[in-house]
C-alpha cells in the first residue's frame, strides 16, 4: 500500500469538522487506494470534543485510516502535512465590527499559515472553508512566503454546487447534465453565480431559463443560500460545506472531469480577467496534473464583467483592511 496521506482538518471538533472527518478516513478524498492519516488541530477547550471525534473514527475501523492525532498547537499539527483543510474561524459575534472580525481571523490564519510554511510537506495543498475563507486563504497564503502561492485556495464549490443544483431543478433536468456553470468573485453575497457558459444536456442553459428567473430567483438565491441555511437550520451548512471541501480537494489531486471545468476560490496572479494580484478569487478552473489552472479566454458578458468588479471592489476592500492591520507585507 502507498504511504498514508496526512491531511490536518482545524476546527476539527466543530460541525463542518464532524460531517468531515469520516468521509476522509473512508478514503473519499484521495480514492479508495490512498491511506490517510488525521491530523485534528483545536483550540485547547476544544480539544477534548475532538478527542471524542478520534475515538469514533477509531471505531469505525476504516482500512484506509493509519491514525488519528489531536492538538492544540499548530507547528504540530502541520508537521508533514499533504492536505490542508482550514475550517475553524472566529465567528462574528453581537456587537463585533467588521475590522475586529478580520483581525481576529488574521490572528488565527497567519499564525497557521506560517506552521504549514515551517512544517508541511512539499506538496502541500491549503483550502480554507472558515470565514471569510476568501480573505482568510489571502492571510494565510502571505504567512507563507516558501509555498508557492497557487497551493493556497478558498472555498467556492459549495456556491458552484448551489448553483448547479438550482439549475438543474428549474431545467428538469439531471445534476449530471449540468456543466460548465461558475461563481465568480467572493463566498458572501456578493458572489457573481454566471450560467453565461452553461449547459444542460449539451443545450446552452440561457436557452432554456428567462432572464427574469436569472436574475430575480437564480443569482440571489445562490448568493443568499448560507443565510437560508441559518435561518432554516439555527446552524450554518455542515454536511454541505463537508461536502464541498471533498469535492473541491478531490478534483485538485485527482482531476476535473473530462470537458468542463468547476469553480475554485485560488490565487489570482493578476493576469486573469483584470482581476488584482493577491485576491483569493472564484474563477473557472480545471485540474491538470494536480494543480488548479484558470480556465482563460472567455468571452464575457457586460453583466458578468460588472459581477466580477463588484467582487474585486469587495475583496480588494477586505485586503486593504487587513493590510492595514499589518498582516499582509
Ligand atoms: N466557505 C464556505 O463555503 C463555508 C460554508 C459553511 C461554513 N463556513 C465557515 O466554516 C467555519 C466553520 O463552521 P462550523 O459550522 O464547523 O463552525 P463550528 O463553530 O461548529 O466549529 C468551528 C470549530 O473551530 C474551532 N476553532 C476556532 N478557532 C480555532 C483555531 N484557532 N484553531 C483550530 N480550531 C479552531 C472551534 O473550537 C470549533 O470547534 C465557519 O467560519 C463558517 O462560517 C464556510
Ligand atoms: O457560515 C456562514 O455564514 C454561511 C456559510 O458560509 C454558507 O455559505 O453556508
Redesign the pocket.
Given at each position: 500500500m502507498a504511504q498514508p496521506r496526512i491531511v490536518t482538518v482545524?476546527?476539527a471538533?466543530?460541525?463542518?469538522?464532524y460531517a468531515l472527518l469520516f468521509r476522509i478516513a473512508s478514503g473519499q478524498l484521495f480514492g479508495p487506494d490512498v491511506p490517510v492519516k488525521l491530523h485534528l488541530?483545536?483550540?485547547p477547550?476544544?480539544v477534548k470534543a475532538a478527542e471524542g471525534t478520534a475515538m469514533e473514527l477509531d471505531d469505525c475501523a476504516f482500512p484506509l485510516l493509519a491514525g488519528v492525532d489531536v492538538f492544540d498547537n499548530a507547528d504540530a499539527a502541520f508537521q508533514g502535512s499533504n492536505v490542508a483543510l482550514l475550517?475553524?474561524?472566529?465567528?462574528r459575534t453581537k456587537g463585533m465590527e467588521r475590522a475586529d472580525l478580520l483581525a481576529a481571523n488574521a490572528g488565527?490564519f497567519g499564525p497557521q499559515g506560517k506552521a504549514i510554511n515551517d512544517g508541511a510537506a512539499d506538496d502541500i495543498r491549503v483550502l480554507v472553508?472558515?470565514?471569510p475563507?476568501n480573505t482568510n486563504a489571502v492571510i494565510a497564503q502571505n504567512a507563507a512566503p516558501d509555498v508557492p502561492p497557487e497551493r493556497f485556495t478558498s472555498?467556492m464549490r459549495?456556491?458552484h454546487n448551489r448553483a448547479v443544483s438550482q439549475l438543474a431543478a428549474k431545467a428538469g433536468a439531471a445534476v449530471s447534465d449540468i456543466k460548465n456553470i461558475v461563481v465568480w468573485g467572493n463566498?458572501s453575497a456578493d458572489q457573481y453565480p454566471d450560467v453565461s457558459f452553461a449547459t444542460v444536456d449539451g443545450k446552452p442553459a440561457e436557452e432554456l431559463v428567462s432572464e427574469d428567473w436569472l436574475n430575480d430567483y437564480f443569482r440571489p438565491t445562490v448568493a443568499k443560500r448560507?443565510a437560508a441555511i441559518i435561518e432554516a437550520r439555527g446552524?450554518?451548512?455542515?454536511a454541505s460545506?463537508a461536502n464541498?471541501a471533498i469535492d473541491h480537494v478531490h478534483d485538485w489531486i485527482n482531476g476535473t472531469p473530462e470537458g468542463q471545468w468547476v469553480t475554485g476560490g485560488v490565487y489570482s496572479d493578476g493576469s486573469h480577467y483584470n482581476i488584482p494580484k493577491g485576491l483569493s478569487f472564484g474563477f473557472p478552473v480545471i485540474s491538470v496534473d494536480g494543480e488548479y489552472q484558470i480556465v482563460d479566454g472567455l468571452d464575457l458578458s457586460p453583466a458578468t464583467i460588472a459581477g466580477i468588479e463588484h467582487n474585486i471592489a469587495a475583496l480588494q476592500e477586505e485586503y486593504d483592511a487587513v493590510k492595514a492591520l499589518g498582516f499582509i507585507k
Open positions: 482545524t476546527g471538533a466543530g460541525n463542518i469538522g488541530l483545536e483550540i477547550q476544544a475550517v475553524g474561524a472566529r465567528p488565527i472553508v472558515g470565514n475563507a472555498m459549495l456556491d463566498h448560507g446552524a450554518s451548512s455542515a460545506a464541498a
